[in-house]
């Protein structure tokens, strides 16, 4: 019922662009916070950048000024668009819809990811 599906990886060059898209189904897309990820074998799965419902938006401090969050509601997709890549900008890049609901209920969804590459 619930998917997130990203897509627009790929190969890049240090310096170079690529945005991300993550389509999501099966949820209030509006009433969730949506957010990337990415994470390398041996570590942890990071956050990158975050919207919220208003638009408001978060960054990593090593993506920020680089990347740009945003979200289309009438068409349930959030997006990352990512300028001036670096080589350690390389993992495995997932989406996650998170809604807090009265009473500290949480729910979470996944994405299973696209990967970026940053090399030369």
């Known amino acids: 019922q619930v998917q997130l599906v990203e897509s627009g990886g790929g190969l890049v060059q240090p310096g170079g662009s690529l945005r991300l898209s993550c389509a999501a189904s099966?949820?209030?897309?509006?009433?969730?916070?949506m957010g990337w990820y990415r994470q390398t074998p041996g570590k942890q799965r990071e956050l990158v950048a975050a919207i919220t419902t208003g638009g408001s938006t978060n960054y990593a401090d090593s993506v920020k000024g680089r990347f740009t969050i945003s979200r289309d509601n009438a068409k349930n997709t959030v997006y990352l668009q990512m300028n001036g890549l670096k080589p350690e900008d390389t993992a495995v890049y997932y989406c996650?819809?998170?809604?807090?609901?009265?009473?500290?209920?949480?729910?979470?969804?996944w994405g299973r990811g696209t990967l970026v590459t940053v090399s030369s």
């Open positions: 099966g949820i209030i897309f509006s009433q969730n916070v």
């Open positions: 996650n819809a998170h809604r807090t609901t009265v009473f500290g209920h949480t729910s979470d969804a």
